[in-house]
């Protein structure tokens, strides 16, 4: 009974201090005639709710008793059309309305690129689409996305790899390492660590 007495008192003053901190708010905090030129404005407007089921304003119930409110002035027939017409041009009506893939998404070449750059030329893209030839890197399994030399790689160069440092580069550094000692002769020690 006392443990159940102590519970309801500590709901009481819990509720009482969270009460006095929602109405603490000064930023929100109106004044008696606030609130009700608020209300007068809302029920000369039809914003009121006046059918608690539905949740329907006065106006909504009856539309003809209130005044008409102001809407934003939205855009001309022609200004529809002339921007579906660009919109169409660039590819930017929506083919497949399930993946909201635009036709340039669908179809890229179709439809130029808005940020297009300055290219080569003709015979810079020859050059490349050669040297690409002979080095095996066009594209021989498209389904795949394999490229000639992937499928026959005897056939085309290998690769060559570039060395990190020259001989005499690693030859100066381990000249150095045993300067400064962080070079050690003890094989049991690999990776060599710096101390």
């Known amino acids: 009974m006392k443990n159940a ?10 509720s009482l201090a969270a009460g006095q901190a929602m ?22 407007n039809g914003n009121l709710i006046v059918n608690g089921e539905l949740g329907l304003t006065a106006r909504q119930l009856n539309p003809g008793l209130y005044p008409v409110e102001a809407t934003a002035a939205g855009k001309t027939r022609s ?43 003709r015979a810079e893209v020859l050059a490349e689409l050669e040297e690409a030839r002979r080095n095996g890197e066009v594209l021989a399994n498209p ?12 056939l085309y160069p290998s690769e060559v790899t570039a060395q990190g440092k020259t001989r005499e580069q690693v030859r100066a550094e381990v000249a150095q390492a045993r300067r400064d000692g962080t070079l050690t002769f003890n094989h049991n020690q690999y990776p060599v660590s710096v101390n």
């Open 143 to 154: 389904e795949l996305g394999l490229t000639a030399r992937q499928i026959t790689p005897d």
């Open 23 to 44: 109405a603490a708010d000064p930023a929100a905090a109106k004044t008696r005639e606030q609130v009700r030129a608020e209300y007068l404005e809302a029920q000369r």
């Open 79 to 121: 200004e529809v059309q002339a921007e579906l017409r660009n919109a169409v041009a660039s590819g930017d009506v929506v083919a497949v309305a399930e993946s909201g893939q635009t036709l340039s998404d669908i179809d890229p070449q179709r439809y130029a690129s808005g940020n297009a750059v300055a290219g080569k030329s």
């Open 5 to 14: 007495r102590i519970s309801i008192l500590a709901l009481a003053l819990t």
